[in-house]
């Protein structure tokens, strides 16, 4: 198979340093939101809960988010190193025709409602009563999650939801620059969700982007009634599995 076996050396190099690039970006990132949001108190966003958060959740969230970076850092430095020896589907070459273009967005579509597919059940299967002490219980510590709570996962979660993406790349064509903008697409709509305040404004939370895409309306509620609303981007199999629980 191209691209295997790959240099261990310059592997554990590349591992390592998305390991820092991934805490750098989610410090940079998630920072100024938590402070905008939940120290000046924006007009145009409606807080969802009362509840303050304490310092003892955020540093909950902080300690599995860093611990979640390490995990996600080793299957992408993996393919990274896998694709530069030619053994997986990502290309870096300008598009060249209309279906090539076309290509760009319908592979951005195929990876995001995989993920989505991917999370929910996964999601559900961790809230069994037997799994969810083991698999997703730091997480729902955040009864009122901040944006610190976006990368929150217990080790065995991130473990089931790292290797997902980097796998398909193996095989499924995607654009380096595609992949880039997945990955900031899957940042904002992660902190945004728990940030514990809904930024979009009312009338899409209450029309079509409400109705099927995830906001923190939306998954605020799964934190708190803990069941229900399990999905990441789209209303899509709650809706389909009967698990939607609606919008705060």
Known sequence: MDGWPIPLGQTLVTY???????????FIIVGPIH??????????????????????TIRNEI????????????PAAIVLEM??????ALYSAMPES??????LFLSAAIYLFAQDTWFY????LMHHRKLFKYTHDGHHRSVQPTPWASFSFDPIEAI???????????????????AFALLMVMTINAVFNHAGWEVYPDKWVKGWWGRHIITASHHNLHHTKFKGNYG???RFWDKVCGTDKGLV
């Open 35 to 56: 402070w905008a949001l939940w120290k000046r108190a924006p007009r145009k966003a409606r807080r969802l809960s009362k509840r303050q958060p304490t310092r003892a």
């Open 121 to 124: 059940f996964t999601h559900r």
């Open 83 to 88: 694709w530069k020896a030619g053994g997986t």
């Open 16 to 26: 390592l340093a998305f390991t820092a690039i991934i805490i750098a970006r989610y």
């Open 98 to 103: 209309v279906w090539g273009w076309s290509y």
């Open 63 to 74: 300690r599995l988010s860093t611990i979640s970076a390490f995990i996600y850092a080793l």
């Open 232 to 234: 990441l981007y789209f």
């Open 160 to 178: 089931s939801a790292a290797w997902l993406l980097p796998v398909m790349a193996l095989f499924i064509p995607l654009h380096v620059g595609v």
